[in-house]
Nanobody, 114 residues
Framework: QVQLVESGGGLVQSGGSLRLSCAAPRGVLNYDTMRWYRQAPGKQREQVALITPASTTTLYAESVKGRFTISKDSVKSTVDLQMNSLKPEDTAVYYC???????WGQGTQVTVSS
């Protein structure tokens, strides 16, 4: 069974940075569009960023544009989300997703204190 495993969440002060990683099988990473979502308490799950299989295209939600960067690490077989200038409203559980296979990770909590 294919699994995605997120890591890197934690507690950070407003203005700080975190780097999330999602470990994925190479067959998924190389051939599927990978996405990061987040879900805050009482809110719907929101797509934060995506990256296409060849890393030729990246897209971001308006709320994170200019602060977050999605990338792939082919050596580690991960898709990463670098999050800078974090705000309290970025607090959520962050999930990794393989789009066409509709596979989800278990999520990692990010909490930004003011």
């Amino acid at each position: 069974q294919v699994q995605l495993v997120e890591s890197g969440g934690g507690l950070v002060q407003s203005g700080g940075s975190l780097r999330l990683s999602c470990a994925a099988p190479r067959g998924v990473l190389n051939y599927d569009t990978m996405r990061w979502y987040r879900q805050a308490p009482g809110k719907q799950r929101e797509q934060v960023a995506l990256i296409t299989p060849a890393s030729t295209t990246t897209l971001y939600a308006e709320s994170v544009k200019g602060r977050f960067t999605i990338s792939k690490d082919s050596v580690k077989s991960t898709v990463d989300l670098q999050m800078n200038s974090l705000k309290p409203e970025d607090t959520a559980v962050y999930y990794c997703n393989a789009k066409s296979r509709d596979i989800w990770g278990q999520g990692t909590q990010v909490t930004v204190s003011s």
